[in-house]
C-alpha cells in the first residue's frame, strides 16, 4: 500500500499535534510506512490465527504446525502439535493426554512454577529441588522423554499449598538482594524451605 501525498500531510499534522515539533514531510511517510507495515502485519497474524482456529473444527484433534512455534508449556522449538489447548511438543502433549500435565496449565502460567522459577524467584538450586520432590517435601508433574529420563519438570501451586506462594508478576534478584514489583507477595520465599 502506497502512502498518498494526503495520507502524508495528515500523519504530518498527526506527528506535529503530538511531538509539538516540526516534522519533516520525509519524516510523515518514513512514518506512515512503518504504521502500514505494522497493521499489514498484525493483519497477517490475525488472520493466520483465524485460518488455524476454524481448522479446528474439522480437525477437533489438532494438528501439526510448520516451523516458527514452540511448546507452551516447556519452550522446545520445533514438531509442534495445535490443539484447543495451545501449543505442545509431543513430550507435553503425550502428558497432557496422561493428565500428568493439568489443562489449566495451558491457560495459566500464573498457575505453576519451573525448576528456573524455583531458582529465580526463591535462589533453590535445581538439585534441591530434586532433593525436596525424592523426600516428599515437593510434588512435581514430570514430563519423561522417550527414554524415560525427565523432560520437564512443573510445579503447580495447587499441588502445593501452603509451599508454592502465589507466582510474583515479575521479579528481579540484584546482588543476592531480591526485589519483586508484586507488593502483595511479601518475602519471596516459601516459609518452610
Ligand atoms: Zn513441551
Not at 124 to 142: H, M, Y
Not at 157 to 168: M, Q, Y
Amino acid at each position: 500500500m502506497e502512502p498518498t501525498p494526503e495520507r502524508i500531510q495528515e500523519m504530518k499534522d498527526l506527528l506535529e499535534k503530538k511531538s509539538g515539533k516540526e516534522v519533516s514531510a520525509a519524516e510523515a511517510e518514513e512514518g506512515l510506512r512503518n504504521l502500514v507495515n505494522l497493521v499489514e502485519l498484525m493483519w497477517d497474524i490475525w488472520r493466520r490465527d483465524e485460518k488455524r482456529k476454524k481448522r479446528l473444527e474439522t480437525e477437533p484433534d489438532g494438528f501439526p504446525l510448520e516451523g516458527g512455534y514452540s511448546c507452551f508449556i516447556c519452550g522446545q522449538s520445533g514438531d509442534i502439535w495445535y490443539d484447543k489447548h495451545g501449543y505442545s511438543c509431543q513430550l507435553c502433549l503425550a502428558a497432557r493426554k496422561k493428565r500428568i500435565i493439568p489443562v489449566v496449565a495451558y491457560r495459566k502460567k500464573e498457575a505453576w512454577y519451573t525448576m528456573f522459577d524455583l531458582e529465580r524467584f526463591f535462589g533453590v538450586k535445581s538439585a534441591t529441588v530434586r532433593k525436596f520432590i525424592r523426600d516428599g517435601k515437593l510434588k512435581a508433574r514430570i514430563v519423561l522423554n522417550e527414554a524415560g529420563k525427565t523432560h520437564y519438570y512443573l510445579f503447580m501451586i495447587k499441588d502445593n499449598v501452603g509451599l508454592l506462594p502465589a507466582k510474583p508478576k515479575s521479579y528481579t534478584v540484584r546482588n543476592g538482594a531480591s526485589s519483586s514489583d508484586a507488593s502483595s507477595h511479601e518475602s519471596g520465599s516459601p516459609s518452610e524451605w
